[in-house]
C-alpha cells in the first residue's frame, strides 16, 4: 500500500491508542507514557522540513483535542519535529541512507544505537517541553527533571516493545540518487 | 524589500517553527484558566509599568481639574463629621425635694434640668452665660442655675427655642435673697463689679453673730431658688460706717471661670406663688 495510506492508517492508530489505552494507565504520579510520537519519529526522510513541523502540528492538536487542553502537545511536537532533521543529519552514515531508504529504523540509521540515540534525544525535547509548558515556570526543578527523566525511559521502553512487535520491512532502495 | 525576502526564505525553517510554537502558546494561554491567570498576570506588570509612566504625564496636566473635585469631596465630608451637629439635652434630674400636701401624699416643687454651657464670661461688668438648652427642652424663664456643687450660679432671663440667657452672679443686676448658717439672718447677696469670684452680702445689721469662714446658703423665701444651696463662704468683715449694717465679703463657692455643666431649677408652685403676691398687692393697692 502506498506511503501516505500507510502513513495515515498509523497516524489515527497511534492517536486511538495514546487516546484510550495508555491514558487510562495510571502508573505513577510523575510518569506519563506517551507513545503517539512515534509517528514523528518514523515520518519518510524526503518530506520537506516544513511538511513535517505541519503534520507535527497536526498530530500533536489531534491528541490536544481528546483533553480539554489544547496547545502542550502541539508545541511539543512542533519542536520535536524542527530538531529531526538536524538529527538526522549528525546520526546516519555517510552513504546517505536517507536516500535508500524510505523512513528512519534500526537498520536504515546504520544500528540500533543510532536509532536509539535519535529516539531518545527526540524524547527527551518533547517531554521537557511538555512539562515545561506545562508549569509555565521551572519551578521545582528537581521535580521537573525527575519527572523529565522518568517519562523519557517509560516512552523509550514502550517504542522498545512497539519495534520488537511490529517490525516494519525496510527495503534497500538502490539507483536512488 | 529584496533583503527581507531573502532573510525570511533562508531562515523560513526557523521561523516557521516561531509561528507555529506562537500558535501553540497562543491556543495554552487562551484556553486554559492557569495559563490564563499566569500570562495576564505577566502582561498586566509589562504592561502596568508603561501604564505609570504615561499616567505621571497625564496626571500633571489633570492637576486643576483634580484639585477642584478633591475640595468638593473635602466640603462635603467635613459637614458629615459628628461634631458639628449638636443635641440639646433633654435629661431630668429628679430630686426629692418637695412639700407634702395634706395626707394624700406629695406633690413635685422643684425638678432639675441639667444644661451644657456654651458661653461664659467673666471679665465684663454684666455677665451672661449661655446654656444650650431652651424652651424646645422644658427651660423657663426665672428658672435658678446653679452648678453641679450646688453653688448658685444666677438666674435665666431669656429663653429661645434652643438656648437660654443665664444673668449670673457677677452681673450688675443680680440680687439672691441668703442666709447665714450660724446665725440664721437673712441678707442680700449682690456683685461689687471687682473680682470675680468675690461677692457681698448686704443687709446683716451689726446685732448679728457672724463669723469668718461661716457658710452662706439661699434663704428660700423667693420662688427662684430652694432652701440651702451654698452661695459662698465669709471671707472679710467690715462694718459699715453710715448703717447699722455690716459689709461681709464671700468667695463664692460655684467657680465661675470654670463652668461646663449647670443645672436649671424649675419651681413648679412659682405661678401660683406669684399669682396669690400679685393679688395680694393689687387688694392693697387698691
Redesign the interface.
Known sequence: MSTLVKNIIRFVILILVQVFVLDRIHVHYMVTPYIYYLFILWMPFKLN??IQ??IA?AL?FAL?SFRH????H??AC??MA?FRPFLINILIPQEGADNNYEEPSAKSMGGFMPYMLYAAVLTLVHHSWLFF?EA??FGNFWYFIVKTLLSTAISLLLIMIVELIFSRKQQFRTNTV | MRNIFLFIRSYFNFLFLLILQGFCIYLIAHYNTYHNAVASGFMNEVTGSINTRYNKIDYYFQLKKTNEQLAKDNERLRNQLKSNFDRPDTSVKIVTDSIPYDTLGSRRTWQYLVAKVVSNSVSAQNNFIVLGRGSAQQLKKDDGVIDPNNGVVGIVTDVSPHYAVVMSLLHKDSKISAKLKKGGDAGQVVWEGKYPNQLLLTDIRKSAKVAKGDTVYTSGFTTTFPYGLMIGTIDEILADKSTNNYIIRLKSSANFYNLQYVYAIENFQKDEINRLLKNANNKINN
Not at chain 1, 69 to 72: A, D
Open positions: 522540513r516544513t513541523m505541519l502540528f500533536g490536544d487542553h489544547p496547545g502542550f502541539a508545541a512542533v519542536l524542527y509548558l509555565w515556570e
